[in-house]
């Protein structure tokens, strides 16, 4: 096929874009906004505090951008405030400009020395090293158009907020009366037994339905076999794939790839290695001389320490990496423990997990994966310089047909329904466009998972529609048979359990109960239904309840209820995240009353056509 020459950048749409943007940036310039009577660069006041206007830009562009990754998608201002984002990035910044007037009236700042230590131990702005990162930092700053100044007297509020905060809620704890009547209800225990029905257990085996019993049970649930609403979607699409003929990969290129990536398919051996690191080389010492005399484990040290073990996981590591610990965790020629050793942190103990061999692969080997990776590469460089050329015809009026006919896009039609995914449906991308698509819209290029690209055209819309039985006859059989056993199976259940509130024995039926003592409210039993548990606990003694399963009947008959042990060890541990947990509710309702009643008396002034400014932007 003959490729289309490239057009010029300053197309039609290029200009109009750019045209758009100016005025963008004439009507907001770094958030100030015009026309209101002069520049203004505050949205309003609260007490002696301004909010300005590129305070409430930034908050407000962060929690967009946080709701669209939440989403997957793009999300316009318009979505944005029917979630109510605007007003909660509003009441946030008021409520910190309440605070930050009540730290200023009574006096709470922090010192440059505690900003320097909570700016240094922000992660953003740390180097490979661990270490704060000067560039970094203002490299950070730049990108969200904040001045280190400005920033810093950030992170002095929010010190300031805290200070304020804890004095406010230091008092919060949880009255034993609160905290005891739950532990009680959490620890409580139940002896319960479980007996499970299947279709064994049936008098007869369930057949199979003939013609006439299917096709009634097809139309009663004919909802089941029913393709949703979808669209019959005309596309023209291309990927690196299709390319395969048009590109080229020259063996040199390859040859050069390989040797600038010859540590990747060269790697030395390795070890799996997890470090856990002490105060002091005694500390360390002690810690390796319990573990060899089997007084403790290396688990057991990390909880010691409030670790996990994902806290103390290097991954895998070579001699090298290792520095000075790196002979002795490479002499083990099993997994292992070994230390104390020196490291930057300071002294070590290490645990070697596993070998990994050292993996050589030469050119050869690697030359498939180099060429994928090479072909995809152009590929995707091709289509990126053919997007100009894309984008210029739709906006020329060309149509999806057009478009395939006029360029190396291929053209297709697919009946398009939630849950297809055969074909171009097979890509996520794909399927959210087809989604949202509706009559009227106009084409947009959109891009593929692979680095293809597709654009979309509705054809008709496609109203729901039965399957035919002869196509889903395997699955009403099969949800036949399952709704016959259960019937049957809930039957015999009435039966089994009336005997076992009598306490009598069911004739004819083998039963295998199976007993659970000291259940608590939040266990789970293996292979039941989660819920059996809950139904259990809402029992008294000798009561049974029959609980449906998948294909089963379980039927459940509580023995005895134990009141909670509160000497147990794990009790005492719930009984200390209960008071945890209820303290620090308690202590934010503190802060909200504390809050609220200091807004109260706060006087607030905002300007709502900036705010609407701002918006617009968006």
């Not at 620090?584 to 909200?592: E, H, K, P, V």
């Not at 109260?600 to 709502?608: G, H, R, S």
């Amino acid at each position: 096929m003959t490729k289309t020459p490239k057009k010029t950048k300053w197309s039609a749409k290029n200009i109009a874009a750019g045209f758009l943007m100016a005025l963008l940036a004439l009507s907001l310039l770094g958030f100030g906004v015009e026309g209101f009577g002069g520049r203004t660069n505050t949205i309003g006041t609260v007490g002696d505090r301004k909010i300005t206007t590129n305070e409430y830009g930034r908050a407000l562009q962060s929690e967009l951008r946080a709701l669209q990754s939440q989403f997957g998608q793009a999300i316009t201002m318009e979505q944005a405030r029917l979630f109510g984002l605007d007003q909660m990035v509003l009441e946030q910044l008021v409520t910190g400009a309440v605070l930050d007037n009540e730290t200023a009236r009574l006096g709470i700042s922090a010192g440059d020395t505690v900003i320097q230590r909570e700016i240094t131990a922000i992660s953003a702005f740390q180097g490979l090293d661990g270490r704060f990162d000067r560039e970094a930092y203002r490299f950070a700053l730049r990108n969200i158009d904040m001045t280190e100044r400005d920033f810093e007297e950030s992170i002095r509020e929010d010190v300031a907020r805290t200070i304020l905060q804890r004095a406010v809620t230091s008092g919060a704890a949880a009255p034993d009366s609160l905290v005891t009547p739950l532990l009680e209800f959490q620890s409580q225990t139940r002896d319960m037994s479980v007996i499970t029905l299947t279709a064994e257990n049936l008098p007869e085996p369930v057949g199979q339905p003939d013609a006439a019993t299917l096709e009634a049970f097809y139309q009663a649930h004919i909802e089941r076999y029913t393709l949703p609403e979808g669209k019959r979607i005309r596309y023209a699409w291309i990927t690196p794939d299709m390319m395969v003929d048009e590109i080229e990969v020259d063996d040199a290129v390859l040859r050069q790839a390989y040797e600038a990536r010859l540590r990747e398919f060269s790697q030395p051996e390795r070890r799996l290695v997890e470090r856990l690191v002490f105060a002091d080389q005694d500390s360390a010492a002690e810690a390796m001389a319990r573990i060899t005399s089997g007084q403790t484990s290396f688990e057991q040290l990390v909880a010691e320490r409030g670790l996990d073990l994902d806290d103390t996981d290097m991954g895998d590591v070579t001699r090298a990496q290792l520095g000075a610990a790196g002979d002795m965790v490479f002499d083990l020629t099993s997994p292992g423990i070994v230390g104390p050793a020196e490291t930057t942190l300071g002294p070590a103990i290490f645990r070697m997990n596993a070998i990994l061999a050292a993996q050589e692969t030469s050119f050869e080997e690697a030359r498939e994966q180099l060429r994928e990776e090479q072909f995809t590469d152009l590929a995707r460089r091709a289509l990126n310089d053919d997007l100009d050329l894309f984008e210029d015809l739709i906006a020329g009026g060309a149509t999806v047909t057009e478009l395939a006919q006029e360029t190396r896009m291929e053209l297709g039609e697919i009946d398009w329904r939630p849950g297809e995914s055969s074909g171009i449906a097979a890509y996520e991308a794909f399927r959210r466009a087809a989604q949202s698509l509706q009559a009227g819209d106009f084409p947009e290029i959109n891009p593929l998972e692979d680095g293809g690209l597709f654009v979309l055209e509705l054809v008709d819309t496609l109203p729901a529609a039965p399957r035919p039985l002869d196509e889903v006859r395997f699955q009403v059989i099969s949800e036949w048979r399952n709704a016959q056993v259960l019937d049957g199976l809930s039957e015999l259940a009435a039966r089994v359990a009336q005997d076992l509130r009598d306490g009598t024995e069911s004739a004819g039926i083998a039963l295998a109960p199976i007993r659970f003592d000291g259940l608590r409210r939040m266990d789970i039993m293996p292979d039941l239904p989660r819920d059996l548990v809950a139904a259990g606990f809402a029992l008294h003694p000798g009561e049974v309840e029959t609980i449906d399963g998948t294909g089963r009947v379980h039927l459940v008959q509580l023995h005895d209820i134990h009141s909670a042990d509160l000497m147990l060890d794990d009790v005492a541990m719930l009984r200390d995240a209960l008071e945890e947990q209820l303290a620090q509710s308690i202590a934010q309702d503190l802060f909200g009353y504390f809050s609220a009643s200091l807004r109260e008396e706060t006087p607030i002034q905002l300007d709502q056509q900036v705010i609407n400014a701002i918006q617009a932007g968006f």
